[in-house]
Structures are given as C-alpha cells and as structure tokens.
Nanobody, 115 residues
Framework: QVQLTESGGGLVQPGGSLRLSCAAS????????MGWYRQAPEKQRELVAI???????RYGDPVKGRSTISINRARNTITLQMNNLKPEDTGVYYC?????????WGQGTQVTVSA
C-alpha cells in the first residue's frame, strides 16, 4: 500500500489557477502511475488526470486543455496545474497511486471555485 500526502486546494475565484501536489511513500511495490480524481457532491468520482511512470498522461474530458500533470520520479511526487477554473471544478480532489498491489488513495483536499 502506498501512503499519499496531498497539498494544495482551497478557495479559488472563477478563471483562477490552482496547483495540487501529492507525494507518495516508497512501499513494497513500485508505483506504476499516479493521478488525481475528484468528486462533487452527489456525483461519482471522476478522473482529473493521471500520469504513468514512463510519462504517458491522460486527462478527463472536463479538464482537457486547462490542466497539466507532471511527475518528479526521484521524489515520487506529482503536481497538477489547473487553469481557467470553473465553478463546476468544485469538489474534493483525491490523489491516487497505482501499484501491482492495487490502488491507494489520499484523504482528499477540498477545491472550491466561487466568486
């Protein structure tokens, strides 16, 4: 199991930017990929962005063109930069780490986009 420590989040005005970071502990199993998911009230959790150790990235449709995910392999840390934030980006953002053992999740960080 991977221990994930999230940072960032908070209140952002519409049109603003946000940076989320997540650091993973080194466990028994190597990390294959890390990413961010989010969940709005009364909605299912959805993919925001994921990056594989090799550098391949994938973004959820709602954030494509507005987000960039990057990885620091030496520190097992990922950073998500989101721009032009919209009220519908509001939700709890969860860091995810994938290994051959399975998925691990962070505790979540609240992002609220409001004037």
């Amino acid at each position: 199991q991977v221990q994930l420590t999230e940072s960032g989040g908070g209140l952002v005005q519409p049109g603003g930017s946000l940076r989320l970071s997540c650091a993973a502990s080194v466990g028994r199993y190597p990390i294959n990929a890390m990413g961010w998911y989010r969940q709005a009230p009364e909605k299912q959790r959805e993919l925001v962005a994921i990056i594989h150790i090799g550098g391949t990235t994938r973004y959820g449709d709602p954030v494509k063109g507005r987000s960039t995910i990057s990885i620091n392999r030496a520190r097992n840390t990922i950073t998500l930069q989101m721009n032009n934030l919209k009220p519908e980006d509001t939700g709890v953002y969860y860091c995810n780490g994938k290994t051959s053992w399975g998925d691990s999740w962070g505790q979540g960080t609240q992002v609220t986009v409001s004037a």
